[in-house]
């Protein structure tokens, strides 16, 4: 019984290596992470149940590829070493060879939602259990005849090596992992004692059946750890991408998210035609918020900005980004340049009107601003669009600053509205 054990030992860790199966002390880096798996989101947050059922199901689909080969193999081996030849024998061996063939044509389906991955779960286990179940019967009537005898030693060793390799590599569903080992052991130990009355030895595969179970459990337990492991390094890595997307300051998406989106929001335009319109924004004078207040004051008005800046332009298709000191950016898509420069005036009324409020003071603010719309001789180009709005910006400062003017190919001056021209 020591043999077989052992045999069964070597057979299973022989079949983890082929289809790499991560387990144990062997955990690492690479088996944590897996490429495979597509981060999936909801509402800007990791989706862990999704992203749960997608692993299991990779892992899953990983693991039982090779596995029903095995049976086959195992099938053979027991016709050769004295097994039944008939009608009978060459049935079992091609319901195996086929339910081998289904696990290769059954691929885990691509983005699918919770539902659709658990559906595939469900199918997938029934057809590792009917393989289990054919084993075991099948094991069952060799044991049963004396006929059969010579292939007695193949057919426990192939119930001990199958058992062990179920346990330690189809432990992700417990119920189900329980349910395999009873499949392929369960039967032949009755056979066993209550046919063939050997007290001895049914009682070790019991044993050793207990053993499994243990093995399958501890198994279990690894494989959640691991899991849960992955799911907490992709949130600190979604958290991190967020972090390196934002401003540390204002909480806006700060440059480097603003080329990204700049670039992915000209050639989206550009590909449908949509208008697609960018304003730069400027504080005026800032420097001597600074020097008269000091620079803690100084960012608390920045804050302030920013925050009604975002109320001001809270769109969805609309992205907010600090891109240097006291500079932001508006990108506006599905919006044309009329539009954009109504909004920008309007906005630029209000700052002058309504002063920052921060924790200490009143603080009276005027802003510029630039403002320049996709065009057709700029279309697709991220970088001229880019310069327009800078131009622009940079002529409504050179031009006395509280002001809107356009760039790009109109090329104007927004007429202020005053205070009491209805401008809100």
């Not at 004396?146 to 192939?158: E, M």
């Not at 050997?198 to 070790?204: D, G, K, M, V």
């Not at 000091?294 to 920045?302: F, R």
Request: net charge neutral; aromatic share 8%; charged share 20%.
């Amino acid at each position: 019984m020591r043999r077989l054990t052992r045999a069964a030992e070597v057979a299973s860790e022989l079949l983890g290596d082929i289809q790499h199966f991560p387990s144990g002390p062997h955990l690492n880096e690479s088996h944590i992470t897996s490429p495979a798996v597509p981060l999936r989101f909801h509402e800007g947050t990791l989706d862990a149940p999704l992203l749960r059922l997608e692993q299991e199901a990779q892992d899953t689909q990983q693991r039982m590829r090779l596995g029903g080969l095995f049976y086959v193999l195992g099938w053979m081996f027991i016709v050769f070493a004295g097994g039944p030849t008939g009608q009978s024998s060459w049935l079992v061996g091609l319901t195996l060879f086929v339910l081998a063939i289904f696990r290769f044509l059954h691929p885990v389906p691509p983005e699918a939602d919770t539902t659709t991955l658990r559906r595939w779960l469900r199918r997938t286990w029934l057809l590792m259990l009917a393989s289990c179940l054919i084993w075991g019967l099948a094991s069952a009537w060799i044991l049963a005849d004396p006929a059969f005898d010579a292939a007695r030693t193949v057919v426990l060793f192939g119930c001990v090596a199958l058992g062990t390799a179920s346990a330690h590599s189809f432990s992700m569903r417990r119920g189900f992992g329980v349910t395999t080992l009873l499949l392929l052991v369960v039967p032949p130990i009755a056979v066993i004692a209550l046919l063939r009355h050997e007290t001895t030895l049914a009682w070790a595969l019991l044993v050793f059946l207990a053993y499994l179970g243990l093995a399958l459990e501890r198994t279990h337990r690894e494989w959640l750890h691991r899991l849960q492991l992955d799911l907490d390094l992709r949130r600190q890595r979604d958290q991190f991408a967020r972090l390196s997307r934002r401003d540390g300051l204002t909480g806006l998406a700060n440059r480097m998210h603003f080329d990204h989106a700049l670039r992915e929001a000209v050639a989206d335009a550009h590909k449908r035609g949509t208008p697609l319109a960018l304003l730069m924004c400027d504080v005026d004078h800032f420097k001597l918020v600074n020097d008269q207040f000091g620079h803690a004051e100084g960012d608390a008005c920045l804050i302030a900005f920013s925050q009604r800046l975002q109320r001001e332009f809270a769109a969805p298709d609309t992205l907010v980004a600090r891109v240097g000191g006291e500079e932001f950016a508006v990108l506006l898509r599905q919006v044309t340049l009329a539009e954009a420069s109504e909004r920008a005036e309007r906005f630029r009324l209000a700052v002058e009107s309504q002063p920052m409020q921060t924790h200490t003071r009143q603080l009276s603010i005027t802003i510029s601003i630039g403002v320049a719309a996709l065009t057709e001789s700029s279309a697709g180009d991220f970088e001229r669009l880019y310069q327009a709005a800078d131009m622009a910006l940079y002529r409504a400062k050179s031009d006395g600053r509280n002001r809107v003017c356009v760039g790009g190919d109109d090329r104007r001056l927004i007429p202020r509205k005053e205070k009491g021209d209805g401008g809100n």
